[in-house]
């Protein structure tokens, strides 16, 4: 079955850039059925939805973050990534990569989800 | 953006209770509403998409049921691995998806 692991610092400084990776296994990100999202959720809090990546490349960003946010796709190492600018406090959370289908039908497969504090 | 509502936000049940949550949107979003259950530490497990249908492996004591604005989520017979939080999504208007703020079963 399609497995979905995060990974990357659990730590950065404010005003840097967040970096993660999503490695996709038991599936392909080069599925014409799948758009690859990011969704975040902060400590004790409820779930954001960052935005997603088809296999093609093209992108779809929740317009709150959308200035900050880079979603790339990795079609040779069947993984994707986010890129999130100049962070702060507020980012610190679990960020969640997860599946969704090309026509929506909610997040079906979600990986483990990875802790990133921003703080100096 | 569309904004869900769930209701209660904390929900004191017993095992083998049958319990009813609500999850209430801004607008219309027909049957484009999915259902998750998470637990302390782990990932949201999809549990129903649109409004009523249960994804694959999940017990048949879970139903979903509404369009348009209003949804519940029913779990007959409360097993002590349901207590969890649990969380409405949105996919008929995006961006984004949207997700309620959950309620917590104690």
């Known amino acids: 079955q399609v497995h979905l692991q995060e990974s990357g610092p659990g730590l950065v400084k404010p005003s840097e850039t967040l970096s993660l990776s999503c490695n996709v296994s038991?599936?392909?990100?080069?599925?014409?059925?799948?758009?690859w999202s990011w969704i975040r959720q902060p400590p004790g809090k409820g779930l954001e939805w960052i935005g997603y990546?088809?296999?093609?490349?093209?992108?779809l960003y929740n317009p709150s973050l959308k200035s900050r946010v880079t979603i790339a796709v990795d079609t040779a190492n069947n993984r994707f990534s986010l890129r999130l600018n100049s962070v702060t406090a507020a980012d610190t959370a679990v960020y969640y990569c997860?599946?969704?289908?090309?026509?929506?039908?909610?997040?079906?497969?979600w990986g483990q989800g990875t802790m990133v504090t921003m703080s100096s | 953006e569309i904004v869900l509502t769930q209701s209660p936000a904390t929900l004191s049940v017993s095992p083998g209770d049958s319990v009813t949550l609500s999850c209430r949107a801004s607008?219309?979003?027909?049957?484009?509403l999915a259902w998750y259950q998470q637990k302390p530490g782990q990932a949201p497990r999809l549990l129903i998409h649109a409004a009523s249908a249960r994804a694959t492996g999940i017990p048949a004591r879970f139903s979903g049921s509404g369009s348009g604005t209003e949804f519940t989520l029913t779990i007959s017979s409360l097993q002590s691995e349901d207590f969890a939080v649990y969380y409405c999504?949105?996919?008929?208007?995006?961006?984004?998806?949207?997700f309620g703020q959950g309620t917590k079963l104690e």
């Open positions: 997860a599946r969704t289908c090309y026509q929506p039908c909610g997040f079906d497969i």
């Open positions: 999504q949105q996919y008929y208007n995006w961006p984004p998806f949207t």
């Open positions: 038991g599936g392909s990100v080069r599925s014409g059925s799948h758009y």
């Open positions: 607008q219309r979003v027909s049957n484009y």
């Open positions: 990546v088809f296999h093609s490349g093209s992108t």
